[in-house]
Nanobody, 117 residues
């Protein structure tokens, strides 16, 4: 079992910045990926960004150049630095952890990000 604890959501004006954090604990296997998904009202959950233990990253096209994902492997923590926020970034953001060998998948409880225009 892996537990994920998220922090850092909130309300921000368009153009502002926020940083999300997610700390993983429990049965952490070395080869894993941590990332962020988001779900806006009435929409499907979508990948925002993901990073593996080796540092490979991928981003949704809608956030490239504005969001940066990073991780501290010693702390099993992933960060999402969000800049130049837009109202369309408003969503519940969920931390995700995947064991890349076994395919086991865990989710955080979600944190609300609201961007006002």
């Amino acid at each position: 079992q892996v537990q994920l604890v998220e922090s850092g959501g909130g309300l921000m004006q368009a153009g502002g910045s926020l940083r999300l954090s997610c700390a993983a604990s429990g049965s952490i296997f070395k080869l894993n990926a941590m990332g962020w998904f988001r779900q806006a009202p009435g929409k499907q959950r979508e990948l925002v960004a993901r990073i593996t233990t080796t540092g490979t990253t991928n981003y949704a096209d809608s956030v490239k150049g504005r969001f940066t994902i990073s991780r501290d492997n010693a702390k099993n923590t992933v960060y999402l630095q969000m800049s130049s926020l837009k109202p369309e970034d408003t969503a519940v953001y969920y931390c995700n952890w995947v064991d890349l060998l076994r395919g086991t998948n865990y989710w955080g409880q979600g944190t609300q990000v609201t961007v006002s225009s």
